[in-house]
T-cell receptor
Framework: SQELEQSPQSLIVQEGKNLTINCTSSKTLYGLYWYKQKYGEGLIFLMM?????EEKSHEKITAKLDEKKQQSSLHITASQPSHAGIYLCGADGLAGNEKLTFGTGTRLTIIP | DVKVTQSSRYLVKRTGEKVFLECVQD?????MFWYRQDPGLGLRLIYFSYDVKMKEKGDIPEGYSVSREKKERFSLILESASTNQTSMYLC???????????FGEGSWLTVV
């Protein structure tokens, strides 16, 4: 079973609309990372969250970690074509060690 | 900026060949990682290294070995390539555990 569940698996959004991607674990998340990946390329680091209730923003992307540190959301405001790609969440410590475990990703498509 | 460089973006190898994938980071990071990424399976950790000449198995080490003779360089070796090793391979590094992991651009390996 997946230790990190991402939802939805894919998302098609009209340009200019807002959207949210979720990342959920049954275990406490000690460090939660969000990455973006263009098809066929490497992962680009977006944000890291460590404290319950923490929220970080970069340009039009906001990531939050809930108080229980078991769920994170990534919210994009007024989406643009440049936001298209695969978004992955990763977390420390889920495997009982310090390795980073990843969700299976959310594929975001922006339509004009 | 952190730079993780993978030497080959695209490779085509024959079954049974020995394959070397090279990765170099320029930020004096302690930790280096090799992942493979497959549709529907997400990112899976093959091996990681937390120091020169030190290595630990990840989730799917079978069929792979690694070498870290210098701090900045981490090599993934497929002793005898097989078709089920056709995949996207991603190298990553971090200053230490609990710090952000930075990824290279990825190497697409096709084994025929």
């Amino acid at each position: 079973s997946q230790e990190l569940e991402q939802s939805p698996q894919s998302l098609i959004v009209q340009e200019g609309k807002n959207l949210t991607i979720n990342c959920t674990s049954s275990k406490t998340l000690y460090g939660l990372y969000w990455y973006k990946q263009k098809y066929g390329e490497g992962l680009i680091f977006l944000m890291m969250l460590q404290k319950g209730g923490e929220e970080k923003s970069h340009e039009k992307i906001t990531a939050k970690l809930d108080e229980k540190k078991q769920q994170s959301s990534l919210h994009i405001t007024a989406s643009q074509p440049s936001h298209a790609g695969i978004y992955l969440c990763g977390a420390d410590g889920l495997a009982g060690n310090e390795k980073l475990t990843f969700g299976t990703g959310t594929r975001l498509t922006i339509i004009p | 900026d952190v730079k993780v460089t993978q030497s080959s973006r695209y490779l085509v190898k024959r079954t049974g060949e020995k394959v070397f994938l090279e990765c170099v980071q320029d930020m004096d990071h302690e930790n280096m990682f090799w992942y493979r990424q497959d549709p529907g399976l997400g990112l899976r950790l093959i091996y990681f290294s937390y120091d020169v000449k030190m290595k630990e198995k990840g989730d799917i080490p079978e069929g792979y070995s690694v070498s870290r003779e210098k701090k900045e360089r981490f090599s993934l070796i497929l002793e005898s390539a097989s078709t089920n090793q056709t995949s996207m391979y991603l190298c990553a590094s971090s200053r230490s555990f609990g710090n952000t992991i930075y990824f290279g651009e990825g190497s697409w390996l096709t084994v025929v």
